[in-house]
């Protein structure tokens, strides 16, 4: 059986960097790529970025260029993305999910990780 | 940037009720890359629709989706008490994706 499973909450400072990773299983890990994708209390999705399974190669969205980056382990069939000079606004459930290479669709999630910006 | 703004935000129904969420792009898009979601809260989102009308294994046939080119509609034809969620919209083109705002599918 497919699964992501992510790593547990954090709560971190304004200024600070967090990490959060997604171990996945149950799938040949480099035909497949990785999203990840946020969720602010209430709020509806904002994707992140997508690193590929294969070869590493990332694309993240603009609005987070620059702090934000996505790495992987094929060793271990994890994913990382690590997220910088947070603020509060950076609050948020964070989730990692597989990308159809087809359709371009999450057909696979992480249980999501909170990660909480608070002074 | 593609734009998907859904209708409407809220859509108050009883069970048994036939429910129709719309999703408008700001400019044409493949139907192969537009997608449905379903999240229950305090879950992770869960893929309903992939290709615009193509539905995700073990998802019920009373969902289905349809649309082509700025216009895609989901349809959950009779509502069961486990369909009051928030549904999203996706499109994907040039390696990027974005998520219409959501509808809030409620009890009425």
Known sequence: QVHLVQSGAEVKKPGASVKVSCKASGYNFITYG??????????????????????GKTNYAQNLQGRVTMTTDTSTSA????????????????????????????????????????? | EIVLTQSPGTLSLSPGERATLSCRASQSLSSTYLAWYQQRPGQAPRLLIYGASSRATGIPDRFSGSGSGTDFTLTISRLEPEDFAVYFCQQYGSSRWTFGQGTKVEIK
């Not at chain 1, 999203?35 to 294969?54: C, D, F, K, N, T």
């Not at chain 1, 606004?89 to 608070?118: N, P």
């Open chain 1, 34 to 55: 990785i999203s990840w994708v946020r969720q602010a209390p209430g709020q509806g999705l904002e994707w992140m970025g997508w690193i590929s399974g294969y070869n």
């Open chain 1, 79 to 119: 994913v990382y993305m690590e997220l910088r000079s947070l603020r509060s606004d950076d609050t948020a459930v964070y989730y990692c999910a597989r990308v159809d290479g087809s359709e371009g669709a999450f057909d696979i999630w992480g249980q999501g990780t909170m990660v909480t910006v608070s002074s």
